[in-house]
């Protein structure tokens, strides 16, 4: 009754490994990470920049939409995420500049540099900044 035959796992002992396999398996996360922040890049936030470029009259920036902000300083992988508070309208009465809200602060950048996302607020759950 007592005498039950311990099950064996197939997870190899941390004690087995060499400090080679283990290098050899970190620098193969870290290849597949660029590999896919590099597609990432290229694909998605190319298109979207094309996207919001063609698509800026027939869906202007309304208030509350998540947007990416253009830094041209950066990588677009680290361009921020951010909400639009306000639109603030030129002498003609278009939309120009666009007041957003960022983890840090707030930021007052023309609508040529934001991107929309293609989702909508009400489609997203995103904590209130």
């Not at 870290?30 to 936030?45: A, G, H, P, W």
């Not at 639009?84 to 930021?107: F, M, S």
Request: glycine fraction near 4%.
């Amino acid at each position: 009754m007592f005498l039950q035959e311990i099950e064996t796992s197939d997870v190899t002992d941390i004690d087995c490994l060499d400090h080679q396999e283990i290098n050899k398996r970190i620098r193969h996360v870290q290849t597949i990470r660029e590999q896919l922040r590099k597609r990432f890049r290229i694909e998605y936030l190319g298109q979207l920049r094309e996207q919001t470029q063609c698509h800026r009259k027939s869906r202007p920036l309304t208030v509350g939409e998540v947007v990416v902000v253009e830094n041209s300083l950066t990588n677009r992988t680290l361009w921020s995420l951010t909400r639009v508070i306000q639109l603030i309208p030129g002498k003609d009465g278009h939309i120009r500049v666009a007041r957003v809200k960022t983890e840090t602060g707030e930021l007052v950048r023309p609508v040529q540099r934001l991107y929309n996302l293609e989702l909508q607020e009400q489609e997203i759950n995103l904590p209130k900044i």
